[in-house]
């Protein structure tokens, strides 16, 4: 089933915010496969973070990931308008059923 | 660069088809996996199916296991999902997206780090 995130998030400019993305020990806790996605409405997602930790190239270094047990985290640091978006987190599942799994998503306000 | 055009969406009732189409350029197609991902209206996102680079393995979500089939061309540069006896539960955007890497360990998990812009499949009678 999808990974668990709060519904939304808000912080002001400059401001670092923290969303957190929470499933079990078949996904987010046995594997360090957790990526996170941006996605602006009406547009595709982005992908932001994968591997726990890593950046893609092109995104800024204010985007950083992070795990600890069955939670994983997507910190924004210095917060700024364009980063107003949904964000989803993902994670590989030890599951027949849904071996590929995201999260609930979580709107973040720039106040 | 990478470009993924995503085609083939439209208005379709209850039990019918639909095939959609991902044409994909800008890199070299059959050395990459590609997973559909859909979006119902306002809703999240959801895993719906994955191919493999050289199309010998595909997986599906329970939610549309024995109804959609994906595919691929490689000398089209193009992967398709075959969609059958629709259901409402099916409106979404549909994404294709490419795989980042291919992963050793489980031969299908892959971040993914392109995406084309979606098309709307509207299941309505």
């Known amino acids: 089933s999808a990974l668990t995130q709060p519904a939304s998030v808000s912080g002001s400019p400059g ?3 923290t969303i957190s993305c929470t499933g079990t020990n078949n996904d987010v806790g046995g594997y ?3 990526s996170w996605y941006q996605q602006h409405p009406g547009k595709a997602p982005k992908l932001m973070i994968y591997d726990v930790n890593k950046r ?3 995104v800024s270094n204010r985007f950083s990931g992070s795990k600890s047990g069955n939670t ?12 107003e978006a949904d964000y989803y987190c993902s994670s590989y599942a030890d599951s027949s059923t849904l071996p590929y799994v995201f999260g609930t998503g979580t709107k973040v306000t720039v106040l | 660069q990478v470009q993924l055009v995503e085609s083939g969406g439209g208005v379709v009732q209850p039990g019918g088809s639909l095939r959609l189409s991902c044409a994909a350029s800008g890199f070299t197609f059959y050395n990459f996996g590609f ?3 859909r979006q ?3 809703k999240g996102l959801e895993w719906v199916a994955f191919i493999l680079f050289d199309g010998t393995n595909k997986y599906y979500a329970d ?3 024995g109804r959609f089939t994906i595919s691929r061309d490689n000398s089209r540069n193009t992967l398709y999902l075959q969609m059958s006896s629709l259901r409402a539960e099916d409106t979404a955007v ?4 490419k795989e980042k890497y291919f992963d050793v360990l489980t031969k299908f998990y892959s971040p993914l780090d392109s995406w084309g812009q979606g098309t709307l499949v509207t299941v309505s009678s």
């Open chain 1, 15 to 17: 401001q670092s915010i």
């Open chain 1, 32 to 34: 360090n496969y957790v």
């Open chain 1, 56 to 58: 893609p190239s092109g």
């Open chain 1, 72 to 83: 994983a985290s997507l910190t924004i640091s210095g917060l700024q308008a364009e980063d």
């Open chain 2, 35 to 37: 997973h559909w991902v």
């Open chain 2, 40 to 42: 119902a209206p306002g």
């Open chain 2, 63 to 65: 939610s549309v296991k």
């Open chain 2, 94 to 97: 549909y994404y294709c997206a």
